[in-house]
């Protein structure tokens, strides 16, 4: 990334479906080294600015940078700089992980000598190594989980968009996705995460934002997000800022005749 501007610039980012606004005048920084988290709840509008920042929808209105490059001008160039992981991976399942690797580096123009060696580096690091023969489909949704992760950074992208990337993995599996992210955005990488767990933000994210109904309402870092909602905790703030109080208490239990 040139120069010390954002990785990510997105200015007055709009996307509709229909008549449904799914994302709502939406204005972002991303800076290398950041981990900047999108928070909000199913439906909020998370994947859809996420894919809007990959390249893989179009906006209605607004712009995004990637690397300095204008994504919708120079998809192709801007998609070079980025590895995606999506909420629910799209996995070859007839061929082996190590197959499934070789195919995405390839098709990110990858040298062959470069790719093997990465290949081998991550299949280790992911715990993989193992299992590298075996064919996708019968990986679990852990195994499955890592091996999209790996192919999201095998051509060590210098910036990562992750779509709920904890969704699915277990409590050990789930730290060391923690770890992985952290050291990336620790070589002066740049992160882009979504999460409805307000626990994951809190504790991943450099600086975050909350989406309500496409919305911001909300961004800062964590400490400015729940000075803003004037609560303890992020879990907290983020009932208050899109208004879960007028669902915290649960209906009476109407009494039989």
């Known amino acids: 990334m040139a120069g010390t501007g954002p990785a990510i610039a997105v200015e007055h980012l709009t996307k509709r479906f229909g ?17 900047f988290g999108i928070l ?30 204008d994504v919708l001008r120079d998809p192709v160039a801007a998609k070079a700089h980025i590895g ?4 629910a991976p799209a996995l070859y399942d007839q061929l082996s992980g190590k197959e499934f690797l070789e195919m995405i580096g390839t098709l990110r123009g990858m040298e062959p000598e470069r790719l093997n060696r990465r290949i081998r580096e991550l299949l280790e690091v992911m715990e993989l190594a193992g299992s590298a023969s075996r064919n996708v489909g019968t990986y679990s949704r852990g195994m499955r989980q ?19 990337p904890l969704s699915g993995l277990d409590p050990r599996f789930g730290k060391l996705f923690k770890l992985w992210i952290r050291e990336h955005a620790g070589k ?21 934002i909350v989406l309500d109904k ?30 879960g109080k007028k669902w915290a208490h649960l209906p009476s239990t109407p009494q039989t005749p």
């Open 188 to 208: 002066a990488n740049a992160v882009l995460m979504s999460t409805h767990v307000t626990a994951n933000a809190e504790q991943m994210c450099d600086k975050i």
């Open 146 to 164: 890592k091996l999209a992760f790996a192919s999201a950074i095998i051509h060590s992208p210098q910036i990562l968009v992750l779509d709920e």
């Open 19 to 35: 008549k449904l606004v799914a994302v709502d005048d939406l204005s972002l920084r991303v800076m290398p080294g950041e981990i």
């Open 214 to 243: 496409g919305r911001l309402v909300a961004g800062g870092s964590v400490k400015e997000v729940l000075q803003a909602a004037g609560a303890p905790n992020l879990e907290d703030a983020f009932v208050t800022l899109v208004g």
């Open 40 to 69: 909000g709840s199913n439906g909020a509008g998370k994947s859809t600015a996420l894919k809007v920042v990959c390249g893989l929808l179009r906006p209605d209105r607004g712009t995004v940078e990637v690397a300095g490059i």
């Open 84 to 87: 995606f992981l999506p909420e």
